[in-house]
């Protein structure tokens, strides 16, 4: 029987006409990749149903079994794009044809020929095999693709172009495990510049009990003038020794990126010998020793990766290792979160080092390094340690929350520290002791629980430009022989003092503004003997300086302003040296001394305070050299309570109640003073039959006679002016008890009879014969 043309053509126009479409696809669903790509060819709806996407999937899977599209974007980088994100028409086929090339499978127990008859797909039972033959028969580049299953024992050493990679459904690294008890699992060598291992797990498992020796300890294995990609593996050791991954030599230059080295009971990554790398987004956790270790001259650039949780330090830098540290999240190590020793300098920019069981940042034994822009938080020891002679650049970094300090210099430290926020922390902001001398400029340091930088233990440095505020402590702490050097720092609106010099604390105090501060602005004691230059202090709660129990010191070229109680205050047995201050518009007196102070006061301008321009009480003998007391709005210089002083060539003018007033029993030593144009208004006062009062109210204590009604049984505690004991208290029994300052409580209304010459009584108090006491800062020893 003959077919003739017409049955032919009728035949075919079925075919490719009338033929429903679910036949042809299930015709189709028989073809192999090359014939689908021919029969496009013959018409359009073939072309449309030969590109069916499920067909092409199926098709797909068989040969690779990925469930989501792989794409070969470009050399050594392969990405799996989700089919609706995928920017193919048909992202299965497109897969399909990038990956297709020079492709080898090894595919243990493949139930089929060596070859496939058809495609031309080499199956090998292991991956040895698969790279001898792409050694003999591809010359590099072949694409080898390791199907489930796990490779024991093989001893694989990479020397070319080759890419291996995992071809699994589900999650790809668990279904391919390539494991090894001995040497090391995967070995790259001399000759992989291109190559390429991705999407397997990498297994290192030494039996403990063999007594078979072996000389490496490596999961993987990266050696000189090899740079190869590892891609998206999991690596485990459960090696003691070594580490999970190590790349070593001069020309080590790996591309590690997305892999997951984690549960290793050894380092998860080595870096040494000059070699290079860059490793990006990995996840490096749980390692029994450092998550890291960089050492020899080897620098690495790793980037985004997420180290946290390991029972040692996280990342460790040491023996002049180098690297470039970049946006890391490093975080619960048992340790401290980064190390740096012995000459390490890694650079550190942009990481997140926080929640350390220990500290943040150890640098020690002559390390180096620069840590800019990085976030330091919330670490149980200090955010940064610096010791033993280190030297780091610790720059631009927010360092706060921490369970103890910010940065701690000790042991010889030294390191600069600039352009940093540090706040919240439980201790000192910075703290600076044992012989350490950083440079500590232009940071923030502020809102401490404690204080803001504290100076011990022959502590020295040079800090400048820094602004300190807000501190729960004093703003700065210099203590125990001490020595650091303060230039142009705003130390402001602390809760405490705001520079305090205890226990032989010295050192230089020049060109700050401090102020604000609910205590006093500087204080000084027990043996503390600072050069103070040149400083705005002002706006105290507890006076301007205070000096007291045995403190020293010079201060010289300071504005002291704008105080609530003394711009200096000097006590007990304190000797310090005033030169050249200018003292002004304090709420209070000028300068106070009593309780056995002392102190040479020369050339300084003490001018427009509230009280006295100088009060000298109880004990207290300082020299009062060519200074200037003028236009205060009570007594110029006041003496009082069995002190005395030595007064030479000062001049004391236009005072409000007086230049010099002398308490009964008061003889000091006065030479060449000019004492004139003071307005003497206690005098006009006492002359026009005024009580006291009037012109001091409670707030002043002019000093003038006073006296005690034995007649309203008043104490030598509450005085009387003398024009109230002539008017009010007449005909009274009364006694004279001395000159002295004081305020008239009659006046006052602080006594049973209503004062004759005062208007309505004011608050009830009592008398003070001197300014109110000062409030001093409580010493705190911490380490």
Not at 402 to 409: A, D, E, L
Not at 493 to 503: A, E, N, R
Not at 656 to 662: A, E, H, K
């Amino acid at each position: 029987m003959y077919l003739n043309v017409s049955d032919s053509n009728s035949a075919a126009h079925y075919l490719q006409c009338e033929l429903p479409d679910e036949v042809m696809l299930t015709i189709f669903s028989y073809l192999y990749e090359q014939d689908l790509c021919r029969i496009a060819q013959v018409c359009k709806r073939f072309q449309a149903i030969a590109n069916d996407n499920n067909l092409w999937k199926r098709l797909y899977q068989s040969v690779f079994e990925y469930d989501t599209p792989l794409f070969h974007t470009e050399n050594c980088r392969f990405d799996f794009i989700p089919f609706e994100e995928s920017e193919h028409h048909n992202p299965w086929k497109e897969s399909f044809r990038q990956l297709k090339k020079r492709c080898l499978h090894v595919r243990p127990h493949y139930n089929g020929t060596a070859k496939d008859p058809v495609r031309r797909m080499p199956h090998f039972e292991t991956i040895q095999a698969s790279l001898d033959y792409a050694d003999e028969h591809l010359n590099g580049g072949a694409k080898i693709f390791l199907h489930p299953g796990t490779y024991r024992g093989e001893f694989l050493v990479i020397d070319s172009d080759v890419t291996l990679i995992g071809a699994a459904p589900g999650v790809v690294a668990d279904a391919v495990i390539l494991e090894r008890d001995s040497e090391s699992t995967v070995m790259f060598v001399e000759g992989a510049k291109s190559a390429y291992l991705g999407h397997v797990t990498l297994k290192f498992t030494p039996n403990v009990t063999s007594t078979v020796p072996h000389h490496k300890h490596f999961c993987l294995e990266v050696g000189e003038n090899c740079s190869p990609t590892i891609d998206h593996c999991i690596i485990r050791s459960s090696s003691v020794v070594g580490a999970a991954v190590c790349v070593s030599g001069a020309g080590a230059n790996p591309r590690i990126h997305h892999c997951d080295v984690s549960d290793c009971e050894n380092v998860g990554i080595y870096v040494t010998d000059h070699a290079q790398g860059t490793f990006e987004d990995n996840e490096i956790c749980r390692n029994a020793l450092a998550g890291v270790w960089v050492k020899n001259h080897a620098n690495p650039v790793m980037r985004r990766n997420h180290i946290h949780h390991g029972r040692d330090v996280g990342i460790f830098t040491f023996d002049n290792g180098l690297g470039f540290f970049e946006a890391n999240d490093i975080h619960n190590n048992r340790i401290a979160g980064f190390e740096v020793k012995a000459g390490a300098n890694p650079s550190v920019v942009q990481c997140e080092i926080h929640h350390g069981q220990t500290g943040g940042i150890y640098v020690h034994e002559n390390g180096l390094g620069q840590f800019i822009d990085n976030r330091i938080h919330s670490n149980n020891f200090a955010g940064v340690w610096i010791t033993s002679n280190s030297n780091p650049t610790i720059r631009r970094n927010d360092i706060y929350n921490g369970h103890q300090g910010g940065v701690y210099i000790f042991g010889e430290g030294r390191g600069l520290i600039e352009h940093n926020n540090i706040y919240g922390n439980a201790l000192a902001g910075i703290q600076i002791r044992t012989n350490s001398d950083p440079i500590v400029r232009h940071n923030k340091i502020h809102h401490g629980q404690h204080g803001g930088i504290y100076v011990h233990e022959k502590g020295a440095g040079l800090v400048e430009e820094n602004e300190v505020y807000a501190n729960t402590l004093a703003g700065v702490w210099i203590t125990t022989g001490s020595t650091p050097v303060l230039r142009r720092n705003r130390i402001h609106s602390g809760k405490q003092v705001g520079v305090y010099f205890y226990d032989n604390g010295h050192g230089k105090l020049e060109d700050n503004d401090i102020f604000n501060h609910l205590y006093s602005g500087v204080q000084i004691r027990t043996g503390s003997n600072p050069i103070i230059k040149g400083n705005k202090i002002w706006g105290g709660q507890n006076g301007g300086v205070l000096v007291y129990n045995g403190g020293l010191g010079v201060l010289e070229q300071n504005e002291i302003f704008d105080n609530a109680m003394a711009g200096v205050w000097i006590k007990t047995d304190s000797n310090p040296t005033l030169k050249r201050n200018k003292i002004y518009d304090g709420r209070d007196g000028g300068i106070c001394i009593f309780n056995g102070g002392k102190g040479n006061l020369e050339e300084n301008e003490i001018f427009r305070n509230a009280q006295a321009g100088v009060l000298i009480s109880t004990q207290s003998h300082p020299t009062l050299r060519r200074n200037r007391i003028f236009d205060g709005l009570a007594a110029g210089v006041e003496i009082t309570n069995n002190a005395t002083a030595t007064l030479d060539s000062n001049q004391i003018f236009n005072n409000r109640f007086g230049g010099l007033c002398l308490a009964s029993g008061v003889q000091p030593v006065v030479r060449s003073n000019k004492i004139y144009s003071n307005q003497d208004a206690v005098e006009k006062a006492v002359c026009n039959g005024q009580c006291l009062y009037k012109i001091s109210s409670y707030t002043s204590f002019p000093m003038h006679d006073f006296y005690r009604c034995q007649t309203c049984n008043t104490t030598d505690r509450n005085a009387i002016c003398v024009n109230c004991i002539k008017t009010c208290h007449a005909g009274h029994d009364v006694e004279f008890i001395r000159h002295d300052r004081f305020f008239c409580d009659c006046g006052a209304g602080t006594l049973n009879n209503q004062c004759q010459l005062q208007g309505e009584p004011t608050q009830d108090t009592d008398t003070l014969y001197d300014s109110a006491a000062p409030i001093e800062s409580h010493t705190l020893m911490v380490n």
